[in-house]
């Protein structure tokens, strides 16, 4: 059986979806496509000799009939919108984060796929897909190292453009931290605090770079997140928890190490789709398997409700320098 599929919005990950779904996965098919930029998708079907209708309405796209499933990889103001009509359809929905810009708009799309009964919704955190992950985790509940006591993390890029700004450091990078690190603990944040270290000189006038985020779980576990996003030197994720009787660290990503020019070295990726490129894959064959399943098992709509609540707080602790406490609601059954 092969799924039918309509992508909105022909960027980078966009291109990057419609070229694993065409040429790497199993079992799907693009069939559709839309963006704002109409001659985007025309570039995209020539380049990877698609046979895909291009619609100049998005809307148009989810409710046509030989469309069976959205991938939403449009800008971000426009996830909400799309995201519930695709609800509305009755189509399964595959929504690059975020989910929506504000935890209302997340909130929007909990209600709705609860009031339609079935879940159709999967956010696009891929770190849950990672093998580095999942193998800290599986020490995690193995019990090996004992109760996390601690995380230390950092999430670096070499550089980013002028258009990037201080509160897109949570909602564009840490984001990925506030999913995963809920996964590994199986916990919720209940406080979160921004602290500014001396700034570099590589970052734009208007942009702090660095800052360190502080969250506190609700099991008492205390979480540091380095967000450098002018680093320079490459593209480097870390993440080392603290146990009560061990400390686990994520791996690195597979590099050859080399003994040339009186130097002992290994190199440092720069490009976060390389970094990510097997966990992109493995998640998008999951929601795909899942779809002709009947069945979501992915990060959930309340996972992108949860990621956004999280990223509200750190946003306001940015701006007023406190520690701000960090609410969240029961988890609904429809969600256990």
């Not at 570039?43 to 809307?59: G, R």
């Not at 690059?96 to 909990?110: D, R, S």
């Not at 696009?124 to 090996?144: I, N, T, W």
């Not at 406080?191 to 001396?198: C, G, K, M």
Request: proline share 4%.
């Amino acid at each position: 059986m092969t799924l039918n599929i309509g992508v909105i919005g022909t960027g980078a990950i966009g291109r990057e979806h419609i070229r694993r779904c065409s040429q790497v996965l199993q079992n799907a098919r693009v069939v559709a496509l839309n963006d704002i930029d109409r001659r985007q998708c025309e570039e995209v079907a020539a380049a990877l000799q698609l046979q895909a209708e291009i619609y100049d309405s998005a809307h148009d796209l989810i409710n046509a009939p030989d469309v069976q499933a959205v991938l939403v990889t449009s800008w971000g103001p426009t996830h909400e919108e799309f995201v519930l009509a695709a609800i509305k359809a009755g189509k399964a929905v595959f929504c690059e984060k975020p989910l929506a810009v504000t935890a209302q708009g997340c909130m929007n799309i909990v209600e709705a796929e609860m009031a339609g009964g079935k879940k159709r919704v999967q956010v696009g955190f891929m770190r849950p897909y990672d093998s580095g992950y999942r193998a800290l985790k599986q020490v995690l509940e193995s019990g090996e190292i004992g109760t996390p006591l601690m995380l230390h993390c950092a999430h670096r890029n070499p550089e980013v453009g002028d258009s990037y700004t201080t509160d897109m450091a949570i909602t564009d990078t840490l984001i990925h931290e506030l999913d995963v690190l809920r996964w590994l603990l199986n916990d919720d944040y209940v406080s979160a605090q921004v602290i500014w270290p001396r700034k570099t000189r590589h970052a734009s006038s208007h942009l702090k770079d660095p800052q360190i985020v502080l969250l506190e779980t609700a099991q008492g576990t205390r979480i540091d997140v380095e967000i450098f996003v002018n680093c320079q030197y490459g593209y480097d994720i870390q993440c080392e928890v603290v146990g009560e009787s061990g400390i686990a660290r994520l791996p690195e990503p597979m590099a050859v190490q080399t003994r040339s020019n009186a130097a002992l070295s290994v190199a440092i990726l720069t490009d976060w789709k390389k970094r990510f490129i097997d966990a992109y894959d493995v998640e998008l064959q999951a929601f795909i398997n899942n779809v002709l399943a009947d069945e979501l098992t992915g990060p959930s709509a309340w996972d992108g409700y949860a990621a956004a609540v999280a990223a509200d707080a750190c946003v306001a602790a940015q701006k007023s320098g406190d520690i701000v406490q960090i609410t969240m609601p029961p988890r609904p059954a429809f969600y256990q």
